[in-house]
């Protein structure tokens, strides 16, 4: 016994049932090995969330060396503690530029450094690149900086700042 389906009645279900997962062509976990192959990464597209990481990592070292929480950061720049959390916890984040900007006057950072950082501005600046990525690569996640973490930290603001 053969039992049909239309396809109308397939996508009234859709319509009805915005949670339901729907797979048409290949399956999906065929599909997720496919994307290591076909959906790669541009260069570009790598640098910008390498960027975006050390944006986010400069973000939560700098509020933890002033000893603020993500809630009182919010209301000194008054910007949402959603997005500064994203800011801090999603890698690939991309905040909003009005964020970007009350975050590098909080912080009395570079603006045009801290758009690109962030990912708001496009940039091939490889010295920032470097600069950025190393920074975060060796910026850990401790309750307090230690000595080695505020100076990286200085380095880091310090070259955003003259650079």
């Given at each position: 016994m053969k039992m049909y389906i239309s396809r109308d009645a397939i996508r009234k279900r859709i319509r009805e049932d915005g949670n339901l997962d729907v797979e048409a062509g290949i399956p999906s976990i065929r599909a997720e090995t496919l994307e290591l192959f076909v959906n790669k990464k541009s260069d570009e597209e790598v640098e910008v969330l390498e960027l975006k990481h050390a944006f986010g990592t400069l973000i939560h070292q700098?509020?933890?060396?002033?000893?603020?929480?993500?809630?009182?950061?919010?209301?000194?720049?008054?910007?949402?503690?959603?997005?500064?959390?994203?800011?801090?916890?999603?890698?690939?984040?991309?905040?909003?530029?009005?964020?970007?900007?009350?975050?590098?006057?909080?912080?009395?950072?570079?603006?045009?450094?801290?758009?690109?950082?962030?990912?708001?501005?496009?940039?091939?600046?490889?010295?920032?690149?470097?600069?950025?990525v190393k920074f975060a690569a060796r910026s850990d996640d401790l309750s307090e900086l230690s000595k080695e973490e505020r100076e990286i930290l200085n380095n880091f603001v310090k070259f955003l700042s003259n650079y």
């Open positions: 700098m509020r933890r060396d002033k000893g603020v929480d993500i809630l009182t950061l919010a209301e000194k720049v008054d910007v949402n503690q959603e997005e500064l959390c994203s800011i801090e916890n999603i890698n690939g984040f991309e905040p909003k530029p009005r964020t970007v900007f009350k975050l590098a006057e909080y912080f009395n950072l570079n603006k045009g450094n801290l758009m690109k950082l962030s990912g708001a501005a496009i940039t091939h600046d490889k010295p920032l690149l470097d600069a950025a």
